[in-house]
């Protein structure tokens, strides 16, 4: 990301119907193409200031994916970047998905830069994201979600795993382990050792076997009606496979491509 600095226009305007404040006009970065303007912002959160890097512009970004498809190593990865932020599961919540209204609210909140959690950086965040699970109100509005996230220029990430038999693998072993809590009485859904990886490897799950095409052809679905309800929103399809797989895999890569990518046609 850049942070050449911005020459900066002021003039006075009113906020919150009284109280008045210099309002800070942007304007477009010499590095920035007028294409890739609308996906684009400068925030102004209500609940601080961003001072110097008022005009440092963010993009927004939204993690899709599925329980047990790498999405907490990928989002780990993603937050290793000095500036960037992704801020889990915002929607885990069932009072933030309850409906449109409170969906669209949450989602205001977030890339407004009011959000608050262990992943919001500084004032200079550059890149402003959340993790979205496919069962957390993502497929009940999809019509409203996707005319959102493109009046928003939200960059969708898609990472899904190929391996759905493995994934359902890790499902059972992560609720082993719930019940269980394998780590000195603690239940951890994401590990970060090989001591504490190879302790959660023991367990071998017994996979019902009656259940388990239909299982992994349901997750297939799930995977490929949202890539179809979501087609239209600038996106990127990841696998976790693939990922892992790419050397050349960073956090400043990443951030690139949500900085850069412009889906061609």
Known sequence: FSFTQITLENEEEEMNGA???TNVLCKRPSEIPYEQMQYVHFPRPMSY?????EC??????????????GSGWFETLLNSHPNVSSNGEIFSVRE????????????????????????????CTAAFGLKWMLNQGLMDYPDEIVDYLIKKGVMVI??????????????????????????????KAHVHSQEEAEILAR???????SSLIPSMRSAEQSMDAC????????????????VIRDDNVSSSAISYRIRSYHPSG
């Open 19 to 21: 109280e008045e404040r």
């Open 49 to 53: 200031d961003r001072g110097e890097c």
């Open 56 to 69: 440092t512009p963010v993009r927004f970004f939204v993690i899709v994916s599925m329980q047990r498809s």
């Open 96 to 123: 933030r998905r309850e409906d449109i209204a409170s969906i669209l609210w949450t989602l205001d909140k977030l890339y407004d830069l009011d959000w608050h959690t262990s992943a919001a950086k500084n004032e």
């Open 158 to 187: 898609f990472l899904f795993r190929r391996n759905t038999l493995r994934r359902l693998v890790s499902v059972l072993a992560n609720d082993h382990d719930k019940k269980t809590k394998q780590l000195n009485g603690t239940h």
């Open 203 to 209: 367990f071998k799950p017994e996979v019902d076997v």
């Open 227 to 242: 890539l179809r309800r979501f087609r239209a929103t600038r996106h990127m399809i990841l696998y976790y496979e693939d």
